[in-house]
């Protein structure tokens, strides 16, 4: 009988160091991206299709983007800010796509961030 070894505990002062060493824009950068992936799995976007498709889902991660998105535009600069921007709105896109029944125009995922979204 082999026992499994129990993992370490985490030690949170050295966690709390590694964190504080990056900078706001990375975190804010790393966050937006993350979502961006999140919803891009859920809207069936990846090699996998539709075996991840999720609308209801995938409706919280745009959301929420839009709303980081929009709240961090003025602390990430434009040079960050321009392409999750031009991400989001591809999300947004192949949400109101993916939609049997599509939002009205505003109405869709973080419209009310960023406007309505058209093709």
Not at 15 to 41: F, K, W
Not at 77 to 104: I, M, N, T, Y
Request: charged share 25%; aromatic share 6%; net charge negative.
């Amino acid at each position: 009988m082999s026992e499994t070894p129990t993992p370490e505990p985490a030690d949170f002062d050295t966690m709390a160091r590694d964190i504080a060493e990056v900078p706001a824009v990375e975190v804010i950068v790393t966050v937006a991206v993350n979502l961006m992936s999140a919803a891009a799995v859920k809207l069936g976007l990846t090699e996998e299709g539709d075996q991840y498709k999720d609308l209801d889902e995938a409706r919280k991660l745009v959301h929420a983007l839009a709303g980081l998105l929009d709240a961090g535009a003025t602390e990430i600069s434009s040079f960050h800010a321009a392409p999750l921007r031009d991400g989001l709105k591809s999300l947004q896109l192949a949400f109101r796509e993916a939609s049997v029944v599509p939002d009205e125009p505003g109405k869709g995922p973080g419209e009310k961030y960023t406007g309505a979204v058209f093709g």
